[in-house]
């Protein structure tokens, strides 16, 4: 799939079938979300890939009431902030970095054909407590958004986001 025709027609998709994600496909994903740019090449993220229904399930519970589609989810993949990597002068583009990582990761299994909707949970305090009991992390690691990830049970329809009043040139 051409770059340009990827994302300009990716959609989040919250429902699924119940086809499984090969390995290869989830290694391809997960070395796109690792080939975007970080803050000096910092690389402060890691990755939680679940398959496990009831591991989802819990996933699902530990973010929210939007978090739902996990439950049907081929699989999940938490992104996670590293601190321990992040870089010291500016520690807290690991947020930054996370979101590139996922934009790439969807981007990626939208080019193999499965379906991902990006559930967030930084900053949300409540949702970022969840899952660090849930996966038993250490203080330096923290969730950052949860990819939920299958083949797609639904075809939203196309529609361009172009705003032409949000463009300005030279000046505002």
């Known amino acids: 799939m051409e770059a340009l025709e990827n994302i300009l027609n990716r959609r989040s998709i919250r429902r699924y079938t119940d086809q499984p994600i090969t390995d290869e496909d989830l290694h391809k994903i997960l070395e796109a979300a690792m080939s975007g740019p970080s803050c000096v090449n910092a690389r402060d993220y890691s990755f939680i890939v679940v398959r496990d229904e009831e591991t989802l399930l819990k996933m699902a519970e530990a973010n929210g009431r939007p978090a739902q589609p996990l439950k049907k989810a081929a699989a999940g993949i938490l992104v996670l902030?590293?601190?321990?990597?992040?870089?010291?002068?500016?520690?807290?583009?690991?947020?930054?970095?996370?979101?590139?990582?996922?934009?790439?990761?969807?981007?990626?299994?939208?080019?193999?054909?499965?379906?991902?909707?990006?559930?967030?949970?930084?900053?949300?305090?409540?949702?970022?407590?969840?899952?660090?009991?849930?996966?038993?992390?250490?203080?330096?690691?923290?969730?950052?958004?949860?990819?939920?990830?299958?083949?797609?049970?639904?075809?939203?329809?196309?529609?361009g986001f172009y705003e032409e009043d949000r463009v300005h040139f030279e000046k505002w």
């Open 81 to 159: 902030g590293d601190l321990d990597r992040a870089f010291k002068g500016a520690p807290d583009y690991w947020i930054i970095d996370g979101a590139i990582a996922c934009e790439n990761l969807i981007l990626a299994a939208n080019a193999l054909g499965i379906g991902s909707v990006w559930l967030g949970t930084y900053p949300q305090e409540n949702r970022v407590e969840n899952l660090k009991k849930l996966f038993d992390l250490p203080d330096n690691i923290i969730p950052h958004s949860i990819i939920a990830l299958g083949y797609p049970d639904e075809q939203p329809t196309r529609k």
